[in-house]
């Protein structure tokens, strides 16, 4: 009678991967607190706001804070392009429902 313990599997936990495959070619926006690399400063300064919130200092609050008006200007904008999609295709479904 063989009693192999495999429990293993279930202690593996969500190592999070901190290795980021850049490009060599590619500009990368690093962050100087975790050194987690970004494509774009604005997402650079959205990571700073978010995850070390307590570290920065006025410019990168004020970086932050232009970066967050300006997502936050575009997630409206595509609510809005979203919904005028979903009422489009809500009434032309209806429309052919009504002719056919
Ligand atoms: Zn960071």
Sequence with gaps: M????TQSAA???TAID???DVPADATAYT???CGRPFA???W???HRGLAHPSELDDEEVEAFRAA???EEASLSAFRLQALGALVLIYFGFLMVYALV
């Design 11 to 13: 202690a593996t936990g």
């Design 31 to 33: 962050c100087s607190y």
């Design 18 to 20: 901190e290795t980021y």
């Design 2 to 5: 063989t009693d192999t313990a």
């Design 40 to 42: 774009r400063e604005s």
């Design 68 to 70: 967050h008006d300006e």
């Design 44 to 46: 650079l300064a959205l």
